[in-house]
């Protein structure tokens, strides 16, 4: 199994521009997440989708960001316009119906200038 | 309103001893604690957990220790290896809603 994929692995933007996030979760699993990464506010939950739906995304932190998932295979995580504070680490993770555990991809380092 | 603490922001250790990870916790309606493992670079990689209904789970070097009264679980690594340094997550299960709130996590360095 291929895992969790990611891409970019980093990007690096200015100020203002839109950013996409792409997640390609394991093959089965039925939960996806997309969480952000920083110093200062450890690894947060931004929002979750069960079975492509999303089901919690009280951790959006604004309207800037929005995150769909078309099918089953694919997610994104769309920042705009991009602020030099959405600098992170952005984590996408899925799980199985049932399970606890999540799996994470390897991250997509953001830098915004 | 830090539901999940890990109080260490690092550990050292020397090879071949154990290594003891702790972790806090507030919230009774956790239902499930997990431990990750990350390197740099990576995503984090679940390790083991353990369901509130039990004490203690062991799988291999790592076994994870629950208290309930005293709301902490702890993580230890016997012996300890190169490989083992690294930033240790501990995450529980909200009962209500199946979220994973996560500590700050600790960075464990083993020292040869």
């Given at each position: 199994?291929?895992?969790?994929?990611?891409?970019?692995?980093?990007?690096?933007?200015?100020?203002?521009?839109?950013?996409?996030?792409?997640?390609?979760?394991?093959s089965?699993?039925?939960?996806?997440?997309?969480y952000?990464?920083t110093?200062?506010?450890?690894l947060e939950?931004?929002?979750?989708?069960?079975?492509?739906?999303?089901?919690?995304d009280?951790?959006?932190?604004?309207?800037r960001?929005?995150?769909?998932?078309?099918?089953?295979?694919f997610?994104?995580?769309k920042?705009?316009?991009?602020?030099?504070?959405?600098?992170?680490v952005y984590?996408c993770?899925s799980s199985?119906v049932?399970t606890?555990?999540q799996y994470?991809?390897?991250?997509?380092?953001?830098?915004?200038? | 309103d830090?539901?999940?603490?890990?109080?260490?922001?690092?550990?050292?250790?020397?090879?071949?001893r154990?290594?003891?990870?702790?972790?806090?916790?507030?919230?009774?309606?956790?239902?499930?604690?997990?431990?990750?493992?990350?390197?740099?670079?990576?995503?984090?990689?679940?390790?083991i957990?353990?369901?509130?209904?039990k004490d203690?789970?062991?799988?291999?070097?790592?076994?994870?220790?629950l208290?309930k009264?005293?709301?902490?679980?702890s993580?230890?690594?016997?012996?300890?290896?190169?490989?083992?340094?690294?930033?240790?997550?501990?995450?529980?299960?909200?009962?209500?809603?199946y979220?994973?709130?996560w500590?700050?996590?600790?960075?464990?360095?083993i020292k040869?």
């Amino acid at each position: 199994d291929a895992g969790v994929i990611q891409s970019p692995r980093h990007e690096v933007t200015e100020m203002g521009q839109e950013v996409t996030l792409r997640c390609k979760p394991i093959s089965g699993h039925d939960y996806l997440f997309w969480y952000r990464q920083t110093m200062m506010r450890g690894l947060e939950l931004l929002i979750y989708f069960n079975n492509n739906v999303p089901i919690d995304d009280s951790g959006m932190p604004e309207d800037r960001f929005s995150a769909k998932m078309p099918n089953a295979s694919f997610s994104t995580l769309k920042i705009q316009p991009s602020e030099p504070r959405d600098s992170a680490v952005y984590f996408c993770a899925s799980s199985l119906v049932g399970t606890t555990e999540q799996y994470f991809g390897p991250g997509t380092r953001l830098t915004v200038t | 309103d830090q539901q999940v603490k890990q109080n260490s922001p690092s550990l050292s250790v020397q090879e071949g001893r154990i290594s003891i990870l702790n972790c806090d916790y507030t919230n009774s309606m956790f239902d499930y604690f997990l431990w990750y493992k990350k390197y740099p670079a990576e995503g984090p990689t679940f390790l083991i957990s353990i369901s509130s209904i039990k004490d203690k789970n062991e799988d291999g070097r790592f076994t994870v220790f629950l208290n309930k009264s005293a709301k902490h679980l702890s993580l230890h690594i016997v012996p300890s290896q190169p490989g083992d340094s690294a930033v240790y997550f501990c995450a529980a299960r909200d009962g209500s809603n199946y979220q994973l709130i996560w500590g700050a996590g600790t960075k464990l360095i083993i020292k040869p």
